[in-house]
Structure formats: structure tokens, C-alpha cells
């Protein structure tokens, strides 16, 4: 059974940081894409990063300030979040579809992952 917990949430200052980390089972790496996707409230799901075997995907809202990363094809796969701003402020979750599939890793679009976990709320306020 595939299952995926995301954790890590807080908050945080503008300008801090946070490192989330998206525990799983079920799978691994070598053969799934791993996504973050965020949601705030009253507004529509924004896919923010995805990472698909050694190459990683960002939106460019978060381009250069997110890191994901996984250093165990069992996971976790960790999203590394700097220079914070209010407007990242969201539930995060982590999300996977196997490379079967034919998606791959979508940031735009249905973000159509076939296995979602519980987000964790990320809050950027002073």
C-alpha cells in the first residue's frame, strides 16, 4: 500500500526558512516521481516542485529559493525552503505517481499523481 506523510510545517519570519520532509512507503524513487504541491487557502493547488530520478522541477515562483532533494531511493524526499515570503504561506503536500504512469513530474497542469498524503501547514507571517 502506498502511503505518504508530509512534515515539517511551521512558522516562520519572512526570510526564514524551513526544511519539509515527505516520509513514504509502498515505492521507491527509482521507479516514481515525488511532488510538492501547495494550496493556500481559497485558492486554487500549485504544484512547486517535483523531482524525477536526479532531476528536479521547480515553479517559477519558488525557482531558486526551494531545493528538493532525496539522498535514499526509500526516502525521505526532502523540499528545502529559503528566503520565505508571505505568500508561500500554504498546506504543502507531498504527492507520487510511478514513471509507468507516462505523466512524470508536472508542476503546471491536472497535476495528476495517483497518491496524495496529509499536508503540513506552512505559515510566513511577522
Known amino acids: 500500500e502506498v502511503q505518504l506523510q508530509a512534515s515539517g510545517g511551521g512558522l516562520v519570519q519572512p526570510g526564514g526558512s524551513l526544511r519539509l520532509s515527505c516520509g513514504f512507503s509502498?515505492?521507491?524513487?527509482?521507479?516514481?516521481?515525488i511532488a510538492w504541491i501547495r494550496q493556500a487557502y481559497g485558492k486554487e493547488r500549485e504544484g512547486v516542485s517535483c523531482?524525477?530520478?536526479?532531476?528536479?522541477y521547480y515553479a517559477d515562483s519558488v525557482k531558486g529559493r526551494f531545493t528538493i532533494n532525496s539522498d535514499n531511493p526509500k526516502g525521505p524526499v526532502y523540499l528545502q525552503m529559503n528566503s520565505l515570503e508571505p505568500e508561500d504561506t500554504a498546506n504543502y503536500y507531498c504527492?507520487?505517481?510511478?514513471?509507468?504512469?507516462?505523466?512524470?513530474?508536472?508542476?503546471?497542469?491536472?497535476?495528476?499523481?495517483?497518491?496524495w498524503g496529509q499536508g503540513t501547514l506552512v505559515t510566513v507571517s511577522s
Open positions: 523531482i524525477s530520478g536526479t532531476t528536479a
Open positions: 509502498g515505492f521507491i524513487l527509482d521507479d516514481h516521481v
Open positions: 504527492a507520487t505517481a510511478p514513471l509507468s504512469a507516462g505523466y512524470g513530474c508536472q508542476i503546471y497542469g491536472p497535476l495528476n499523481y495517483d497518491h
